[in-house]
């Protein structure tokens, strides 16, 4: 299923886009994440921020005025590092794991003299392609494959991760643009977990991009 997913939504937006003459965004760029933790419903804290990369694609849709409705698909590494500390003895963690990540947002636009800011936000899903945790400590140095799945009788962490995500950026006239956003995860990564254990993706991300389909029209006022 999971390997059909990215194919069957690129075909879909790209055969959207060229119907319905909408702009098509191309973009890349870099993340920063880690898990945001709870453990008997108190939150976990040394959990370290990972970096990663993400590259997609988007189609701008307008909508009345200076809106616009904007479904992507990316590739979105996201993950986590921790060390814990016991007298002499360091453990470390570092964990990586590889979304599918589809966001709907629903941006507005604000027209300024060389281009537009550029807010918004929406629900975002991801669907979960690998990952790896990797445990060094003295003694111990083992790296494995984690599964996804939606039991945790054959599964490690859950295979979905749906989250809400904010953006901000820069649209340049020429059709370059640039933005920041922020995706907290609101299901719980854990399968079947004891109630209070709970575990959810905080990512932070930059992109830098390109709207294809020529130059943004100038915003109705």
């Known amino acids: 299923m999971r390997r059909i997913i990215f194919p069957f939504v690129i075909v879909l937006i790209s055969t959207y886009a060229s119907f319905a003459q909408n702009r098509f965004a191309i973009s890349a760029g870099a993340t ?5 933790q709870k453990d008997n419903d108190e939150k976990v804290d040394g959990n370290k921020f990972k970096p990663g990369i993400t590259v997609g694609v988007s189609l701008d849709v307008p909508m009345e005025k ?6 992507g698909v990316f590739l979105v590494q996201k993950g986590s590092k921790s060390e814990t500390v016991d007298g002499s003895d360091v453990t470390k963690v570092d964990t990586r794991l ?3 990540e589809v966001p709907l947002n629903v941006v507005f636009r604000i027209p300024c003299s060389s281009g537009r800011v550029v807010l918004g936000g929406g629900p975002a ?3 979960a392609l690998s990952g790896k945790s990797k445990v060094d400590g003295t003694g111990t140095d083992l ?5 996804f799945g939606s039991s945790s009788r054959d599964a490690d962490l859950n295979f979905i991760d749906f989250g809400i995500n904010a953006l901000a950026g820069y649209e340049f006239s020429s059709g370059f643009f640039v933005n920041a ?5 609101i299901n719980n ?11 959810w993706n905080r990512v932070f991300a930059l992109r830098l991009g390109f709207m294809l389909g020529g130059k943004a029209k100038p915003a109705a006022k």
């Open 143 to 147: 790296e494995s494959d984690l599964k």
């Open 98 to 100: 590889n979304y599918i």
């Open 125 to 127: 899903v991801g669907f």
């Open 181 to 185: 956003s922020y995706t907290h995860g």
């Open 189 to 199: 990564l854990i399968l079947d977990a004891p109630e209070g254990n709970k575990l």
């Open 32 to 36: 920063m994440s880690n898990f945001s």
């Open 66 to 71: 200076h809106g616009s409705f904007q479904p």
